[in-house]
């Protein structure tokens, strides 16, 4: 038993709803272990959160946990509640924090959303010239590849705020014809139903992360680090090793169309798929491979990096024209 019935464990979220929801699967697991804990959520409303622009104008993706994880530092919060996806992989953690626990991993697939009263149902119903919305350079790329005569635009903020831009119940810049989500963000709001055509693996790859929430803490807060083990969920940690030491080594970042994802196959050993885009989707390199002897998650990451490299990654994450 840890010293938390004692004192209160102050967990740092984002603010939105999608935040909050996972905080609370979060809390629910921490009460499993210890009934009498006490809890005091602490959101933070982050710059990337009030920036309605271009992430990479900003800073890039990683202002969703920056300032959270100061607070962490700072000993305000004791623990951060972060999609992995979300965490920047082109530079190491804050010094002094570290991932305690990572949850098992929800579904990592992306979906197709019409708005309300749409019959249409896949992709392939969108006629020539229609516009589609979607927050990541991953997913406009992987459109592109496949039905370069669409229009894919930037739509941000919360996932119930975009929905209802495509709805039309709140203003957009653009008429928007369909959407693209995360299944497992759909799911923790309650929103599977809007769900029309789930992308498989080989329509579009996810985001190194996908699906999957660390739970961060200071490396020296024992007490907290004794509270957050007994939650890891092995197999989602070694995948996520993987994908993210792929990632680390393309130098990615929240401007790079990078996918990448990690299975555990059912004798036990690690499959590891990574691809990088050009924005447009017209040039691309893939790149898959089996962990060999020790299984070591960060070293099969990179080796498919390394081939990705081979394959001219670095030029195509770069803009260079061949």
Not at 226 to 232: A, G, K, M, R, V
Request: charged share 25%; proline share 6%.
């Amino acid at each position: 038993m840890s010293d938390f019935p004692q004192r209160t464990l102050r967990i740092g979220t984002r603010s939105s709803p999608m935040a909050l929801a996972q905080v609370e699967q979060v809390t629910a697991l921490l009460r499993k272990h210890e009934p009498d804990l006490r809890i005091e959520v602490v959101p933070v409303t982050t710059e990337a959160d009030r920036w309605q622009g271009d992430l990479a104008q900003l800073g890039g993706k990683g202002l969703y946990v920056k300032e959270i994880d100061q607070k962490l530092l700072r000993g305000e919060v004791d623990m951060a509640v972060h999609c992995i996806k979300d965490v920047p992989g082109d530079r190491p953690l804050p010094k002094g924090l570290h991932f305690a626990a990572v949850l098992p991993r929800d579904d990592v697939q992306d979906v197709l959303l019409f708005p309300e009263g749409s019959d249409r149902q896949t992709l392939d119903d969108l006629p020539p010239g229609t516009t589609v919305g979607s927050s990541a350079v991953r997913r406009k790329a992987q459109i592109n590849r496949v039905r370069p005569d669409l229009h894919v635009v930037r739509v941000r903020g919360a996932v119930g705020s975009r929905i209802e831009k495509l709805d039309g119940k709140r203003e957009s810049h653009t008429r928007l014809d369909a959407m693209i989500l995360a299944t497992s963000g759909l799911a923790r709001l309650g929103l599977s139903h809007r769900a029309r055509q789930v992308f498989t693996l080989d329509e579009m790859l996810p985001a190194v992360g996908a699906g999957a929430l660390a739970l961060q803490c200071r490396l020296n807060d024992l007490a907290t680090n004794e509270l957050l083990y007994p939650l890891t969920d092995e197999k989602t940690w070694a995948e996520i090793t993987a994908e993210r030491a792929m990632l680390h080594g393309l130098r990615g970042h929240c401007n790079s169309p990078i996918a990448g994802h990690c299975t555990t196959e059912p004798d036990g050993q690690l499959s590891l798929r990574g691809m990088v885009f050009s924005r447009d989707g017209s040039k691309f390199v893939h790149a898959h491979y089996w962990c060999e002897l020790r299984n070591d998650p960060a070293t099969l990451g990179a080796r498919v990096c390394a081939e990705l490299l081979r394959q001219g990654a670095r030029d195509i994450i770069s803009g260079i024209p061949h």
